[in-house]
């Protein structure tokens, strides 16, 4: 149980102690609680609830209980929650959590509070320890900052995998295909953004007749050569041909290749966008 934002290792600890004979599932929040606490907070989510659920069913989950984090669910008392939600609503027979859990009305229950709750209630609670990394533990905000400098290959590291964005492919205004670099438009909104700039990608195409997996790469930003926008990631698959429009995405950063530029003209930025390719194919390659 958790909000697993960006699956990474330390989740994944979780996961693995709560693997026994009884079948494996995770209780996770929609929005996540600080959404809900502060709506206008800058984004700091690292992926999606569709994200999110992609990466626990490739762990094995098999089951996803996702609560409606709202006004009820935040008024349940440590108590409430254990006996309403945990023991009479899903029928737990054992939880697992981080040891800096907290649950309850102001997050007024721990981790250890759910433990002895479990005594009453008939479920057990395994406490997993912290997971550590270059002297520090390993957290969605040490994760957060080496995105946000441009140190993809770091963040994975903290994550297992590589970090993704995924979701659908919308239609943008389609200046890639007049330059010859048609590109997939996705939105980025409500996500913890990465460094802005160019980068090396892998894509996984998950829905639709071009299902598979290809190489790439990507632009994260706000296109500054065309006015003032609203961030968004385009991506330019490697050979590739098809339409893309309504199928969902994986994105996953492999490496930051440079920040957004504003070139004098066209011509400029075709040949730096030929460059980028040309450097993309490479760090793909040696993978």
Not at 27 to 50: C, G, I, K
Not at 202 to 228: C, E, I, Q, W
Request: charged share 20%; glycine share 12%; net charge neutral.
């Amino acid at each position: 149980m958790g909000n697993f934002d960006g699956v990474h290792l330390g989740h994944r600890a979780v996961i693995d102690l709560a693997r026994t004979d009884a079948p494996l599932g995770i209780v996770t929040f929609e929005p996540h609680p600080r959404e809900y606490f502060a709506p206008d907070a800058p984004p700091f989510r690292l992926m999606n609830a569709e994200a999110r659920a992609n990466r626990l069913a490739k762990l094995g989950v098999q089951h996803m209980f996702e609560l409606p984090f709202n006004a009820a669910l935040a008024s349940l008392g440590p108590e409430e929650f254990a006996r309403d939600v945990l023991a009479n609503g899903l029928g737990v027979s054992h939880v697992v959590v981080g040891s800096d859990f907290c649950f309850g009305k102001g997050r007024t229950g721990k981790a250890n509070d759910l433990k002895t709750l479990g005594e009453t209630y008939g479920f057990r609670t395994t406490i997993a320890d912290l997971i550590r990394s270059g002297g520090g533990p390993i957290s969605s905000t040490a994760i957060r900052q080496a995105l946000s400098d441009g140190r993809p290959r770091d963040a994975a590291a903290m994550l297992g995998h590589w970090h993704r964005i995924e979701g659908e492919v919308m239609h943008g205004e389609k200046r890639g295909r007049e330059l010859g670099y048609p590109t997939a438009n996705m939105s980025v909104a409500g996500l913890h953004l990465p460094r802005l700039g160019v980068y090396a990608v892998k894509v996984d195409v998950l829905t639709g007749p071009h299902k598979g997996n290809y190489g790439g790469a990507a632009s994260l930003g706000v296109r500054p050569m065309f006015g003032v926008n609203q961030p968004n990631l385009e991506t330019f698959l490697f050979d590739f041909s098809g339409n893309l429009y309504g199928e969902h995405l994986s994105i996953a950063f492999v490496d930051y290749l440079r920040p957004e530029m504003k070139f004098d003209g066209l011509p400029g930025l075709i040949t730096q966008m030929n460059a980028d390719c040309d450097r993309a194919r490479d760090i793909l390659t040696a993978l």
